[in-house]
């Protein structure tokens, strides 16, 4: 068995750890106790909690040699994601807000894989 180091490690364990907080916070708390800086933190925590799902998912691809493409294809992914879940707890998703929200995603993962900077 290869031996991992502590970036991989932390690739594979941040989607359990950004989970267990986000359970915590909802447990513990309710939308009218914590306000505006509560809901920012439960949404904070639902993106990286995406985020790290879909990079560790996206890492073993094979089109996804780059690292970093990964992880801007995963954060890009996450907001679509996060702006489809903040549209839907205000009532504003509608199926053109749907559609708009996943052309924003197609768009800057467009913008991303067609990019071709150095370490990209």
Do not use: W
């Not at 916070?25 to 309710?30: A, E, G, R």
């Not at 939308?31 to 925590?45: C, E, N, R």
């Not at 489809?84 to 509608?94: E, K, R, Y």
Request: hydrophobic fraction near 60%; aromatic fraction near 14%; charge should be positive.
């Amino acid at each position: 068995m290869p031996h991992m180091n502590t970036k991989t490690k932390f690739v594979y364990l941040a989607p359990f750890v950004a989970l267990a907080l986000l359970l915590m916070v909802l447990d513990m708390t309710n939308p009218v106790m914590v306000g505006p800086i509560g809901s920012l933190i439960v949404f904070g925590l639902i993106y990286v909690f995406i985020s790290s799902c879909l990079y560790a998912i996206v890492e073993v691809l094979p089109y996804f040699s780059h690292k970093r493409r990964a992880g801007v294809f995963a954060n890009v992914a996450a907001l679509g994601a996060v702006l489809l879940l903040a549209l839907n707890s205000l009532g504003q998703l509608t199926l053109l807000n749907f559609m708009l929200s996943l052309l924003l995603v197609f768009f800057g993962v467009f913008y991303f894989t067609r990019k071709r900077a150095p370490g990209l």
